[in-house]
């Protein structure tokens, strides 16, 4: 009996130090996984778990601070600290895309399955802002060798080239760096989980010929991409435990098929630190990736081959702000987070 004590005093402890919120969406009163919270103008908290919970420390509820929701589905909310209770509840309302300017359908050969959207994505270490990107990207679905390939038509990077100089300075072995990190956050990627049920539901004929304006119910299917999988990498004396790694789509109109994909996100935090060190000192780095449907669409090999060759695929637009601005317009897409505008010229520098 004396040897769970331990365990039962630590737990207590996360129980004391802590307090739970679940992040529910106000339609269909499911949990909403990989929510971005942030406590104030500048920092980063935590991410929603598949089950849409956080934990946030209880002094920090104490603060006074505002804090932020934000899931490129569902319009951002903010509320301060000091309401929130021990076990509180938050909803989110979804963002409701109109249709009338995106064209959905399905062509009679379907060699590929064309994804274009936009996307989100952040990059953090210990919990400071160390990049984030935002634009236009499309996915072509090779639903025979079922592969992805990617077409970015417009992005924006901010790097947080202060603290990658610093950080820089604070770790002797540059190498560790490199292979431990990079400066600017990777496009979404439609993780192999994912893929195979999307081609699994196009293959079971699971797909209509067009997108209905329907918003009544949404499907939520979860992946935890950590089960079965080994979460301790070593390489060149470098180790990477891997803490969390889950992916999310969503469907709209109650529907599991291809054309009716609303979002994906993927999360995932890693510890990294050098055997040298014994593995105790390093740090945590945490990926947050977002990628919200516009448009999709079936198209032929011959149809694929023609875009693949065309400048627009290979050179990218000169003015790619200017398109990423005309489509955040034209479909009432979310601007950067304030978050991340507040610390522009502040150790965030566009590039």
């Not at 929603?48 to 934000?70: A, E, H, R, T, W």
């Not at 090999?301 to 637009?317: D, G, L, V």
Request: no cysteine.
């Amino acid at each position: 009996m004396k040897k769970f004590i331990p365990s039962l005093f630590f737990t207590l402890i996360l129980q004391i130090g802590y307090s739970q919120i679940v992040i529910f969406d106000t339609i269909n009163k499911s949990p909403i996984p990989n929510v971005s919270v942030i406590l104030g103008s500048k920092s980063f908290t935590t991410i929603s778990d598949l089950d849409g919970i956080i934990q946030i420390k209880k002094d920090l509820l104490n603060s006074g601070n505002s804090i932020s929701f934000s899931h490129i589905s569902y319009q951002p909310k903010s509320v301060k600290t000091i309401f929130l209770k021990q076990k509180d509840t938050i909803f989110l309302t979804p963002i409701i895309q109109t249709l009338n300017d995106v064209v959905v359908s399905s062509n009679t050969i379907k060699d590929y399955l064309v994804i274009k959207g936009f996307y989100r994505s952040y990059l953090y270490n210990d919990n400071i802002v160390y990049g984030y990107s935002d634009g236009i990207v499309e996915y072509y679905i090779n639903l025979k060798k079922n592969v992805v390939s990617k077409n970015i038509l417009s992005n924006k990077i901010i790097s947080n080239r202060l603290y990658v100089r610093k950080f820089e300075n604070n770790v002797k072995n540059n190498l560790f760096i490199k292979i431990g990190n990079s400066v600017n956050p990777s496009l979404p990627i439609i993780k192999k989980q994912s893929l195979s049920h999307i081609i699994s539901t196009i293959k079971n004929n699971n797909d209509t010929n067009e997108l209905t304006n329907n918003i009544g119910n949404s499907i939520k299917v979860n992946y935890d991409l950590l089960k079965g999988e080994n979460n301790i990498r070593n390489i060149f004396g470098i180790r990477i435990d891997l803490l969390k790694n889950n992916s999310s789509e969503e469907f709209s109109d109650g529907r599991l098929n291809p054309l009716y994909l609303k979002s994906i996100s993927n999360n995932s935090r890693t510890k990294i630190s050098l055997k040298s060190e014994g593995y105790l000192k390093g740090y945590f780095s945490e990926t947050l990736q977002e990628f919200y449907v516009l448009k999709s669409n079936y198209i032929s090999e011959e149809t694929y081959r023609k875009i693949k060759t065309s400048k627009s695929f290979q050179i990218p637009n000169s003015n790619s702000i200017e398109i990423l601005m005309e489509y955040k317009n034209k479909f009432n897409l979310p601007n950067t987070p304030m978050f991340i505008e507040n610390q522009i010229g502040n150790g965030l520098e566009i590039k």
